[in-house]
């Protein structure tokens, strides 16, 4: 069977158990907009400091939520042991690991579609005339955090002090997404709008470097 | 219909040779090597932490061993993907159903029309009536009996039961020997982890008893082998 089909078929299970259960996006989409609805009250809206914070605090958000995500992403395959089964099924481990960064940047990527209503609202910030770019940024920086926090939470599973671990990790390797994702958002955003095609080429450089690691030694992390 | 229809594939053996699984610096395994002819009905026994689980999941090749090689003689494991497992914990999805969960299994491993495969194995371990049922409803013993229905989805030639009578009542005990003397009848290899004397261990031909990681005695006599089930010297 070859990737594509074993992913494909993964993807399935993936999303048939999420909203089924609904546990991520419910639990991301309230930080998020706890998160958001916090920092309105301390940032004037539509003022030039919304401007210049409001993405900065937009993408901590969705690092801050993808991390309650990722916290569970390989843990729900414990309870039953059914990475296991995944394992003895599937020829290629990389499939496993592929469905979970699909899924995970779907549901990341859902979620902030969800908030970005609100997040013009309460910092009063017309996002139309940028929505097409602003989803591709969106994209290729939920990308990034998926692959790496997909990455990171097959590691903290098997570790003891995994909720600890998981953050620890993901933070740093994140980094460079978080600052330019929050960079190329703010020139967007701002009153004469810039699209920062490097910046969206960094990052999708970032994507596929990580992604390519993860095709190389994912198998050594699924080890027991 | 019944187990049988689900094993016509020829018959593989099992051989471990100095194998070797260390964790850190315990060894879970030590130098166990013994080798299972096709169709062979093998009990492992030992106490709590003997290395039975660990031996199961080697020959799973769920755990990759430290040192040593294993390999399965007899037949051409690539047509049918590999051991059929049953551990200690179901290893389904609670948030699928039954007929969700064997066809998501029956798909990975490309089994030929994987619905009419799904549906003739809840039949046959008698879930068919909540086919639709999410497993996470399902009792222990219904559990396991899924347990059982995913580790023979891909009619493997090699099965593997670690305390396969764990949840399942009188009733269940008795279906379970039932379809091990099915599928033994059929050739198919099994190996099992069992605690004491059981309906089930009847039908073990041999026992390999382990003891910190290392095969201690090795037996096909009757009184010798009921000896390792309760964990005597043989």
């Given amino acids: ?224 | 219909m019944s187990l049988v229809t689900a094993l016509r594939i020829p018959p593989t053996g099992l051989r471990f040779e100095n194998i070797d699984k260390r964790y850190g610096g315990l060894f879970a395994l030590r130098r166990v090597s013994f080798e299972i002819a096709p169709g062979e009905c093998v009990v492992v026994a030992g106490r709590n932490g003997s290395g039975k689980t660990t031996l199961l999941r080697v020959a799973a090749q769920i755990v990759k061993p430290t040192a040593g090689k294993l390999s399965f003689p007899g037949a051409a494991l690539a047509s049918h993907g590999r051991p059929g497992y049953v551990a200690h914990t179901t290893m389904v999805y609670d948030e699928l159903t039954a007929e969700e969960n064997l066809l998501l299994f029956g798909k990975l491993q490309n089994v030929e029309n994987p619905a009419a495969r799904a549906e003739e194995l809840l039949r046959e371990v008698g879930l068919m009536e909540r086919r639709d049922s999410l497993v996470r409803t399902f009792s222990r013993g219904m559990r396991q009996r899924m347990a059982i229905a995913r580790a023979l989805i891909h009619r493997p030639s090699v099965l593997l039961f670690d305390e396969p009578a764990t949840g399942l009542d009188p009733p269940g005990i008795t279906w379970l020997a039932n379809s091990l003397r099915e599928v033994k009848r059929a050739g198919c290899t099994v190996v099992m982890s069992l605690h004491g004397e059981s309906e089930i261990s009847a039908l073990a031909t041999r026992a390999v008893q382990l003891d910190a990681g290392s095969v201690v005695a090795d037996t096909q006599s009757g009184a010798s082998l009921r000896s390792i089930l309760t964990f005597g010297s043989a």
Avoid at chain 1, 97 to 102: C, G, S, Y
Avoid at chain 1, 113 to 128: G, R, T, V
Avoid at chain 1, 164 to 186: D, G, I, Q
């Fill in chain 1, 1 to 224: 069977m070859s990737l594509l089909s074993t992913t494909a078929i993964l993807l399935d299970k993936e999303l048939r158990t999420e909203f089924r259960s609904r546990e991520l996006l419910t639990t991301t989409s309230v930080f998020i907009l706890i998160v958001l609805v916090m920092f309105s009250f301390a940032i004037n809206p539509g003022t030039e400091e919304a401007r210049e914070f409001a993405p900065g605090l937009l993408w901590l958000a969705i690092l801050f939520a993808s991390s309650l995500m990722f916290q569970t992403c390989f843990l729900r395959e414990q309870t039953n042991d059914t990475l296991s089964s995944l394992r003895l099924a599937v020829s290629d481990p990389f499939a496993i690991f592929l469905a979970k960064v699909i899924a995970n940047t779907l549901f990341l990527l859902l979620t902030e579609l969800l908030m970005l209503p609100f997040f013009a609202i309460f910092y009063n910030i017309p996002l139309w005339s940028k929505l097409p770019v602003l989803i591709l940024v969106l994209f290729v920086g939920s990308l990034g955090i998926s692959i790496v926090g997909t990455a990171i939470s097959a590691i903290s599973a098997q570790a003891r002090m995994r909720e600890l671990l998981l953050p620890l990790l993901l933070l740093p390797l994140l980094t460079p997404v978080l600052v330019v994702s929050s960079l190329v958002t703010a020139s967007l955003l701002d009153r004469e709008p810039v699209v920062q095609w490097k910046g969206i080429g960094f990052l999708a450089v970032f994507d596929l470097i990580f992604l390519t690691a993860l095709w190389l030694f994912g198998e050594y992390l699924l080890e027991e």
